[in-house]
């Protein structure tokens, strides 16, 4: 972590006043990335989110601090998308994101931004930050897959290869949505309930067993050409950012299909992703190394190996629950659970390099999601699968609602926060989706 970098001066202040609250998910510190549309003919933009508003950096791109960058980082910046940018690399990362800086930081040698350049997230479009041709998986939560595994196999949770290998399957990039998009209650095969025990011939039917999952997305960079690997010391130079991910999962769908390939349309109806993407330049006070493995533990494979690495991020993670009679009576969200993503059993970093260590060509917007992520204690559980015990302990809600799965009209919303003392806390914002019948 580069403790002078100047973007991450805890000091700094921005003109946009929202920016400077207690506890604002944008401030200065910050700056994640995002798309927006300002109205439904308007072509898309490249925005950064700076307290409740977003500096359009299309219009943003005649200020000095933007004419200084080089040409293929303006273009960019001027793109409707992010994958321009993440195709750059690191360095330009960083130039576009000094120049961000310079333009949103009072008293840094510029006068305050027009507001035409600043417009209200409440009144734009969020549209989905990059395009993203693959999708990937995982599976990187150990208490996650041991609460799962012990539902089916209570004598031996985790499989063989689970302490070896940062277990994945390939997703589906078309439904990939931003937050808000309606989420479809899908239908498909089942044959009984969560555990797919009862009846001899399935049945094809809307999902009764809808579920969230709560995880944390990584945003792919440059890549690699199809051939060559990633090393574990440069996989981190690959992840753009990150952003909130609700995988959603049909579990009764999902009980009868998965084996022996794994999932498919229990997963493929929709990904939720939140509308921003927060760097891993303002990630850098929040990273730390992952926890020691049990004793007894196998320890990572060479490839793998990120001794002396801070290949963790303190990032806590919420997930809220409101129901269609809480929305009407005016109540306010209920918190499910609440999980450190820095309790995970593989790092991120890890996960880059086991997908390309085939030689797997990962590409620009390609988004690789953790899998659910759980901690040691019940309320901590990123899932409703988890929390309910596959249904059989419910959970009753403040207005007296009881939910062993999800209902048609529950919105489920994820938000992430990071703390550490001596630098500015930073959000990454709401991840919402509702489900219709």
């Not at 409440?122 to 990187?140: H, I, N, R």
């Amino acid at each position: 972590m580069n403790h002078d970098d100047p973007t991450l001066d805890p000091s700094r202040r921005s003109w946009v006043p929202s920016a400077n609250q207690v506890g604002a998910d944008f401030p200065v510190q910050n700056l994640p990335y995002g798309v927006f549309r300002r109205a439904p003919t308007d072509t898309p933009s490249l925005g950064v989110a700076i307290g409740d508003r977003i500096l359009d950096l299309r219009v943003a791109l005649e200020h000095v601090a933007m004419t200084r960058l080089p040409s293929a980082v303006r273009e960019a910046c001027g793109s409707s998308t992010l994958n321009p940018l993440l195709a750059l690399g690191a360095d330009a990362w960083h130039a576009a994101r000094e120049a961000v800086s310079t333009i949103l930081t009072e008293g840094v040698g510029s006068d305050p931004p027009p507001e035409g350049w600043l417009p209200s997230q409440a009144e734009v479009t969020s549209l989905l930050p990059m395009t993203v041709g693959d999708y990937t998986d995982f599976y990187a939560s150990i208490h996650h897959a041991t609460n799962v595994g012990r539902m089916f196999r209570p004598d031996n949770p985790l499989l063989p290869n689970y302490k070896y290998v940062p277990i994945g399957y390939h997703g589906r990039a078309s439904s990939v949505v931003v937050s808000g998009t309606p989420v479809a209650r899908p239908s498909g095969q089942r044959k009984g309930g969560a555990g797919g025990a009862g009846e001899e011939t399935p049945t094809f039917g809307p999902c009764q067993l809808l579920d969230y999952e709560c995880e944390v997305g990584l945003v792919i960079g440059p890549g690699n050409n199809l051939g060559e690997t990633i090393p574990i010391g440069k996989a981190e130079e690959q992840i753009f950012g990150y952003c909130l991910l609700n995988d959603w999962s049909a579990r009764d769908i999902q009980a009868w299909e998965y084996q022996p390939l794994g999932p498919f349309l229990s997963k493929s109806f929709a990904t939720t992703l939140s509308p921003w993407v927060v760097t891993s330049h303002a990630l850098a006070p929040f990273r730390a190394a992952l926890p020691a493995r049990p004793p007894g533990d196998p320890a990572p494979l060479p490839y793998l190996d990120e001794s002396g690495l801070s290949g963790g991020i303190k990032l806590d993670l919420e997930v809220h629950l409101l129901t269609a009679a809480m929305r009407q009576s005016g109540l306010s969200p209920h918190r499910l659970s609440r999980a450190s993503f820095l309790e995970m059993y593989w790092s991120p970093g890890q996960m880059v390099t086991h997908h390309a260590s085939n030689g797997c060509n990962l590409r620009p917007g390609d988004l690789l999601g953790s899998g659910t992520v759980s901690g040691t204690t019940d309320d901590a559980r990123g899932c409703l699968l988890e929390l309910t015990s596959r249904g059989r302990h419910p959970i009753t809600l403040p207005n007296a609602e009881v939910r062993r799965f999800l209902e048609d009209g529950d919105e489920v919303i994820l938000t992430g926060h990071c703390h550490r003392d001596g630098f500015a806390s930073i959000g990454f914002g709401e991840c919402r989706g509702r489900i219709s019948g």
